[in-house]
């Protein structure tokens, strides 16, 4: 679980963002920008980043505040998982990214699995959505919501992309060393316990 005073810090400042957004009041606009800073600051020190960078970070956030969204594509051949090797830290994780806002989901982690791995494929199932925060990933400045499809696959061969070196497949017992902030040991095992019972519902939170 990720620690309290960062939950804190992002309600405050998403119930700023909120306000700002709606407000025609400069007073409350004044009240509402305090409080964001108010925000900006709990994460500063909680997190040891920079008050600067934060505000940078936020800067764009605008309109109602909600869940960013993830995408990742699950897909497996003859029992093995496919994984791509992150350039950024050199660890592994499923396939995927975030969801561009003119994609519909599926085309999202279609588009990702192809950008990443050099694999074609079609979502045919959502396994689950889950709150990033609450299945062992590092703590973020965020709200995310992961979205995870099963995907059939088409075709394509495994290519190199900016931003992963590596692309393959996997056996349960043989998954290698993962990218912790994009896909976490605990999912894994959830995939593949919906690769063993197809009949499982999708799981979410």
């Given at each position: 679980m990720e620690p309290q005073w960062l939950e804190w810090a992002r309600k405050v400042q998403a119930l700023a963002q909120n306000g700002l957004a709606y407000t025609d009041s400069a007073y409350d606009r004044e009240r509402y920008e305090e409080l964001r800073e108010v925000a900006l600051e709990m994460l500063a020190a909680g997190s040891g980043a920079e008050l600067a960078e934060l505000r940078e970070l936020y800067a764009g956030e605008?309109?109602?505040?909600?869940?960013?969204?993830?995408?990742?594509?699950?897909?497996?051949?003859?029992?093995?998982?496919?994984?791509?090797?992150?350039?950024?830290?050199?660890?592994?994780?499923?396939?995927?990214?975030?969801?561009?806002?003119?994609?519909?989901?599926?085309?999202?982690?279609?588009?990702?699995?192809?950008?990443?791995?050099?694999?074609?494929?079609?979502?045919?199932?959502?396994?689950?959505?889950?709150?990033?925060?609450?299945?062992?990933?590092?703590?973020?400045?965020?709200?995310?919501?992961?979205?995870?499809?099963?995907?059939?696959?088409?075709?394509?061969?495994?290519?190199?992309?900016?931003?992963?070196?590596?692309?393959?497949?996997?056996?349960?017992?043989?998954?290698?060393?993962l990218s912790l902030p994009r896909t976490t040991p605990w999912e894994i095992a959830r995939l593949f316990e919906h690769l063993r019972n197809p009949a499982l519902p999708a799981e979410f939170d």
């Amino acid at each position: 679980m990720e620690p309290q005073w960062l939950e804190w810090a992002r309600k405050v400042q998403a119930l700023a963002q909120n306000g700002l957004a709606y407000t025609d009041s400069a007073y409350d606009r004044e009240r509402y920008e305090e409080l964001r800073e108010v925000a900006l600051e709990m994460l500063a020190a909680g997190s040891g980043a920079e008050l600067a960078e934060l505000r940078e970070l936020y800067a764009g956030e605008t309109g109602y505040a909600t869940p960013k969204v993830d995408v990742r594509g699950v897909v497996f051949r003859e029992g093995q998982l496919l994984l791509v090797k992150e350039r950024v830290d050199g660890q592994w994780t499923l396939p995927g990214g975030w969801a561009d806002a003119w994609d519909t989901p599926s085309q999202a982690v279609e588009r990702e699995v192809w950008e990443e791995s050099g694999y074609r494929v079609r979502a045919d199932k959502l396994l689950a959505c889950w709150d990033r925060r609450l299945h062992g990933h590092p703590p973020t400045a965020f709200r995310i919501y992961k979205l995870f499809f099963r995907c059939a696959l088409l075709g394509g061969a495994p290519t190199q992309s900016m931003e992963t070196d590596e692309i393959g497949f996997f056996a349960e017992g043989e998954i290698p060393e993962l990218s912790l902030p994009r896909t976490t040991p605990w999912e894994i095992a959830r995939l593949f316990e919906h690769l063993r019972n197809p009949a499982l519902p999708a799981e979410f939170d």
